[in-house]
């Protein structure tokens, strides 16, 4: 039924995204499909990395890693690089799902509070003509 997952990660926090790395490993070992493990970036050093490169090779070898832990047969990295992550992350996950060739995104998530800023797993799956998995730690 799927054949190329979407991950989103922010490699910021990666303990936050264990539940959606085994379920995004999961539905890709039952359907056979690759998984295409997403991160946007700045331009500017940060806290990951000092250059959009930098960042690109880190989220290369988050991938070869779940690779190895979560025995994913085939996986691959897709670095984004936004003038400013906190704004245009959205669009820009919205962007790389038609970029990849994506037909399932499965995405962390977080207990909704009584004041949310807004839900990225949300603006996705309204924007996007594929299906999204919201995965709760």
Same mark, same amino acid.
């Not at 038609?98 to 499965?106: P, R």
């Given at each position: 039924?799927?054949?190329?997952?979407?991950?989103?990660?922010? %490699? !910021?926090?990666?303990?936050?995204?264990? @539940?959606?790395?085994?379920?995004? #490993?999961?539905? $890709?070992? /039952?359907?056979?499909?690759?998984?295409?493990?997403?991160?946007?970036?700045?331009?500017?050093?940060?806290?990951?990395?000092?250059?959009?490169?930098?960042?690109?090779?880190? %989220? !290369?070898?988050?991938?070869?890693?779940? @690779?190895?832990?979560?025995?994913? #047969?085939?996986? $691959?990295? /897709?670095?984004?690089?936004?003038?400013?992550p906190?704004?245009?992350?959205?669009?820009?996950?919205?962007?790389a799902?038609?970029?990849?060739?994506?037909?399932?995104?499965?995405?962390?998530?977080?207990?909704?509070?009584?004041f949310?800023?807004?839900?990225?797993?949300?603006?996705?799956?309204?924007?996007?003509?594929?299906?999204?998995?919201?995965?709760?730690?």
């Amino acid at each position: 039924m799927f054949s190329h997952i979407m991950v989103p990660v922010d %490699l !910021a926090h990666p303990d936050r995204l264990e @539940a959606a790395l085994k379920t995004a #490993a999961d539905l $890709a070992g /039952h359907y056979g499909a690759r998984v295409t493990y997403v991160g946007v970036t700045t331009g500017q050093p940060s806290s990951v990395a000092h250059t959009p490169q930098e960042y690109a090779a880190k %989220l !290369a070898k988050f991938a070869a890693t779940q @690779a190895e832990v979560n025995e994913v #047969a085939e996986v $691959a990295s /897709h670095a984004i690089t936004a003038h400013d992550p906190a704004v245009e992350l959205d669009r820009k996950l919205e962007e790389a799902v038609h970029e990849i060739g994506a037909d399932l995104v499965v995405m962390g998530s977080h207990i909704p509070r009584t004041f949310d800023l807004g839900s990225h797993g949300g603006r996705v799956a309204t924007h996007t003509d594929v299906s999204v998995m919201l995965v709760r730690a």
